[in-house]
């Protein structure tokens, strides 16, 4: 029996802000709806909320060094306090709130009804990316609002059919240009087609997968260490927003990625002195004296430089705002087609849902993720018929094949040792029936010889 107690009932004193901040687990999904949220209420909002004048002003005559690859056109030192003003507000009069976000979409659409390659344009799905960060601040701050007319005003979603995949052969060419942890980032998206907001992820959530007579092992209790010298590394799989129970899944790098890791790895150690430990996150700032993460931001300047340097990537037409291939996207597009293309041994319809569950869909339909419960090793062997595809260098392709071939001649050996084994085992078995019959034959004949003699005995008894 449980009861809670008068003691038990606490309620929230946090801010506004924080109470928007415990609703979103991943980092970089947090940043991003901080950032949208600044944007709206300090500049969208900026005449309409009051906010802290005195920290605007501070911040005018005390300027910090601009952030690379942030343009902000606006002061946002009294974002908090906008947010709590916007708060109260829609607790005390929300049909004035509900006025202001109508005009803000009304705004916003507006310059969706642009030419595209205007400036100014907006696309539908930034519009509802825009509005996204304020619905989450009323959830979780328990505010009762309705949003059925502010949705009702949002533009028809458009779908982008001029997006584009890279090229293998644009992936080589930035492999060819890369350091060592760019390297790593070329390979684990193109291979992996995580979204860029799984980056965030601890060594302890990449496990090595082997295969060792004829088995897979990837666990750290059935790993040996003979299995690692012995074994054959086929892949490695990430532990994708681990923390979360709802949206973690398995995402995979092919061993071509995974060497490039080891190289990082190596790196890391003669920087840190020591090797990485579980906790360390993956992605860290090595010139750094300490392990310290770098951010989502960081990863994509690194990696939008390298398609500027390897010429992948040139400057944009004017009025156009963007690249026909997405820096991070682009990768999930060439593993998705890749994937799907190679051969399964598994029905159809459960070889596509095991390559969604890869890309950290539900499946085909939603009710995929609660009743088709595939396995670890499922995916694996799911992944390995991808891997060939999904591997850049011609040197490592051709290193597969040979792995390939020798792993199927082992087979055949296995088997042609297998069937040897069992026809010596069927001939012993013949010729021990063979022997039984004819010790059978000469009971037979020696039942017959005394039947007979038993009738010669009576004969002549009588």
Known sequence: MMKLSPDDVEISEKSVVDLFRDGIRAEATLNDYTNKLKKVLCEYLGD???GDPKKV???KNHPNPPKKGIKRQFFDADWEQRAAELVNLVLNDPKRVEA?????????KQRNQLPKNDPNSLTSSHINHTLKPIKKLFDMNGVPFTWSRINAMFPESETYMDYEEYSITDIKKLVDYADVITKVIVLLWSSSGIRPGGYYFKWKHLHP????????????????DEIKTSGELVCAFIEIYAESKRWNYYAFVTPECYHAISVYKEKWTRRFGVEPQPEDPFFTNTRSKTVKSISLMAIRRKLERLLVESGIRNPLPKGMKRHKTPAFTGFRYFFNKQNKKAFSKNGTLSSLILKESM???????PLDKNYFREHAYELIEEYLKAVPALTISDEERIKLKVIELGRENQEKDQKYAYLEARIKELEEKKEATVNKSMELEN???TIDDLEKKLIILKSSLH
């Open 48 to 50: 309409i909320l009051y």
């Open 57 to 59: 002003e501070y911040q």
């Open 100 to 108: 202001i976000l109508l005009a803000l979409v009304k705004k916003l």
């Open 209 to 224: 997968v082997y295969h060792y007579k004829g088995k897979l092992y990837y666990e750290n209790g059935e790993v040996t």
């Open 359 to 365: 890309m950290g869909h539900t499946g085909l339909i």
């Open 443 to 445: 009971v037979e004949s």
